[in-house]
């Protein structure tokens, strides 16, 4: 009996921790209107981070790297203005 009951839980809260480190919703705009990854990649590089991955994680671009102080980030865009969504 106490199976029954626990597997349910355990799922719910699999499922649950799942959303909660899914991407944001950064837009409902269709790709053709994102800005080009490239140029995006230049505004980050330019506001002094480095990148070490760039990658359309859901609706959002996503980077992982370092501010200009060093310090790792994990930082989601807005892929048609740039602006910062969620950063980490």
Do not use: H
Not at 77 to 86: A, E, H, L, S
């Amino acid at each position: 009996m106490k199976r029954q009951v626990t597997i349910p839980l355990f799922l719910a809260a699999t499922l649950l921790s799942a959303a909660a480190v899914a991407a944001p919703e950064c837009t409902q705009a269709p790709r053709d209107q994102w800005m080009p990854e490239a140029t995006l990649k230049q505004r980050i590089l330019d506001q002094g981070y480095t990148i070490k991955v760039f990658k359309i994680s859901g609706n959002c671009y996503e980077i992982y790297g370092k501010d200009k102080d060093g310090k790792n980030v994990e930082i989601y865009f807005d892929p048609t203005d740039g602006r910062i969504v969620k950063q980490r």
